[in-house]
């Protein structure tokens, strides 16, 4: 039995809600750790636990409504696959960065902060761009790898991913424009400068054609090998 894909409407609101509550959800762990402890290594740890866990819920949620990409670059990846239209694809962007945005709005009002500010944290460098391309390039590879043989995984290797690449990179692991540009309008925690966007966002893209690029030969399917077959003599 195929089951109908949801239209168009459902799978941006779909997008525009995941978005919304992964940035609610860093922006606003950022905010409680930050109010709950001076150590900032554990306020790092307070940031990243609920971050992985709530990637985990929203992608086994909403993944069968609009395959929960909540990341412009993995959307251009599947527009590049050719897996959504690219119509589509600039329409799901549009959706994650508005949703993002609504995100942190709702994190600042629940902890009383203003609507938005602009961040003053600084996050600019060689070093954070890559930074950002690997994880970007390391959350890709797994997504597709997932995809291809471990398919009911996805939500957790997500989650496990951005948990591990929060300490891994040297940038923390935004790994997303959508939620980049979120955290420009913070001014807490998780903040990023608002000129440091484009740095961040070129890096994330370039990992993520990286990895498409290298998954793309990694899991080619395999030529069949032909071996002669002697026939016996007549």
């Not at 086994?60 to 527009?79: D, E, K, Q, R, Y």
């Not at 902060?113 to 602009?118: G, K, S, V």
């Not at 370039?206 to 026939?231: E, H, I, N, Q, S």
């Amino acid at each position: 039995m195929s089951i109908a894909r949801p239209d168009l409407p459902r799978r941006l609101a779909a997008e525009a809600l995941g978005t919304a509550v992964l940035v609610a959800t860093v922006v606003g762990s950022g905010i409680m750790a930050d109010r709950l402890t001076e150590d900032v290594a554990l306020a790092l740890l307070g940031n990243t636990i609920p971050t992985g866990a709530i990637l985990v819920v929203l992608i086994m949620v909403l993944g069968p409504i609009s395959g929960a990409h909540f990341n412009p670059a993995v959307t251009a990846v599947f527009v590049a696959r050719r897996e959504l239209a690219a119509a589509d694809g600039l329409a799901y962007a549009a959706a994650q960065v508005l949703g993002g945005l609504a995100g942190t709005l709702v994190a600042h009002l629940m902890f009383e902060h203003a609507p938005f500010a602009l961040s003053p944290t600084v996050r600019t460098g060689a070093a954070q761009w890559l930074a950002e391309a690997v994880a970007t390039f390391t959350l890709v590879a797994v997504i597709l790898g997932g995809l291809r043989f471990r398919p009911e995984a996805v939500p957790m290797l997500v989650g496990l991913t951005i948990t591990a690449a929060y300490w891994f990179t040297a940038s923390t692991s935004f790994a997303n424009p959508a939620v980049a540009i979120a955290r420009s309008v913070t001014d807490t925690f998780s903040g990023i400068r608002p000129v440091d966007l484009p740095g961040f966002i070129v890096a994330e893209l370039v990992g993520a054609f990286l990895a498409l690029g290298l998954m793309g030969w990694l899991l080619a399917p395999r030529k069949p090998t032909t071996v002669p077959v002697a026939t016996p003599a007549e």
